[in-house]
């Protein structure tokens, strides 16, 4: 019987984000709040009787072998048992190489999507076991709205009280290769002991939005690099943003905001800059009912 379903699959934001030196095992251990944003693709998923293999249509720069959709599916059946193939349609709107789990949540939403598909019944905390050997970020977005992430990202601790936050996106016109980033960060000195604990940086976002004390490693390279991103991050900032920051290794950048207003006149005044930019008007969600239609 031949079995559809359309599932989103929600970006992320990394409010505050820590790298530590490389680790033994080639990884670098990190500290980070991640927070899923209204910003989604939409995955629709249909099983197939006449191969075993998955078809994967959207607007990827990868090959489908190379594409995480494609792994989640083969990595599932080899845990499930299940039967045949499966062709899966991406609408894309997170855009690739911008630091926000665009590829981890298709992954994830897959993961999820198989599941219910097929009825395998698994736990979330198995099939955020499934997503780490796929990626370091597919975890959370198998696990919660808000999370401390840390090790190499596969260590995921659920926040509670997650709030829903004006939020500005920006999405430059350049995107930011993650292993340039980081050997960006790895030629040079920097500390080898996080500066925000868990129990801080939980603190910190339980309390008033104007002492938050969030920052990401990777800011001062890119910046360096493209100096652009400082120019978007000033702006934010002197627009009202009580937080403005690269969201992962970048390129996309992102400025929160007390109030809707606030952030509806920043985002119309970024829009108004000369420089080939996408700007979004979204928000931080509290809690991501899944849209899963059958």
Known sequence: MKRELVIDAPAKVNLHLEIGPKRGDGFHSLSSLFQKVSLYDTLELCSLTDTDSCRVEGNFSCRPEQNLIFRAFKLFKE?????????VNVQKRIPEGAGLGGGSSNAAATLIGLNRLYDTKLEPSRLSALGAQLGSDIPFFCAAELAYVGGRGEEVYPEANARR??????????????AAAYGWLDEEKRETAFRLSREA?????????????????????????HPEIGTYLEYMRDSGACLAEVSGSGSALFGVYPS???ADKAAKGLKELKDPIQVLTIETLDRFEERILQ
């Open 165 to 178: 936050l004006p939020l500005i996106l920006i999405l430059p016109s350049f995107s930011v290769s993650t």
């Open 260 to 262: 809707k207003s606030m």
């Open 201 to 225: 940086i939980a603190a910190s976002y339980a309390g008033s939005l104007e002492n938050w004390g969030f920052f990401n490693s990777f800011t001062p390279v890119l910046k360096k690099r």
């Open 79 to 87: 845990a499930t048992g299940i039967r045949g193939g499966l062709a």
